[in-house]
């Protein structure tokens, strides 16, 4: 039971997170286009904090739920007596997972940041530098996303 309680965090704590990387690169970019660059740089920030603190609980969940499912399986394995090693599905995904968590962490804590004290400075050109730096990290993490569900549906 506490498996699968786990695993549904799991699943439930990816949909937030490349839900809202699909939701910000395909839909609210493309809308925002039409604004003022100064208004957009600072709805931008405004969202992009509450998205930042959402994915940051995400990835926590998804990290803590993965690490407490892969330890689980092993456990069992190893206490039933049979060897155990980590499916290569696990390890991708395990590792895939790590370099979007590195990916997040530096859009979060280098370009927001950056984006931040443009948006302070009222320099809507250096807003508008780390926005397209912020667009780029995101589109590249959602591609790794995509490659890990793929990776986890097909078992590859």
Request: zero cysteines; proline letters at 2%; glycine letters at 8%.
């Given at each position: ?65 993965g690490l407490w ?14 060897g155990w090693s ?52 995101v589109a590249v ?16």
């Open positions: 039971m506490l498996y699968s309680i786990l695993k549904t965090a799991h699943i439930l704590s990816i949909i937030v997170w490349l839900g809202g990387m699909t939701f910000s690169v395909f839909f609210l970019k493309p809308a925002l286009a039409q604004l003022d660059p100064a208004l957009r740089a600072k709805f931008m920030h405004d969202i992009l904090g509450r998205f930042f603190k959402a994915v940051l609980w995400a990835s926590l969940v998804a990290v803590g739920s499912m892969m330890g689980r399986v092993a456990k069992a394995a190893v206490q039933s007596g049979a980590m499916p290569t599905s696990w390890m991708v995904m395990a590792v895939l997972g790590t370099l979007m968590l590195l990916i997040f962490g530096h859009i979060r804590f280098v370009l927001y940041k950056r984006l931040g004290s443009a948006v302070a400075a009222g320099s809507t050109s250096a807003a508008g530098d780390a926005l397209a730096a912020i667009r780029s990290w993490n959602l591609a790794i996303g995509v490659v890990v569900v793929l990776v986890a549906l097909l078992r590859l």
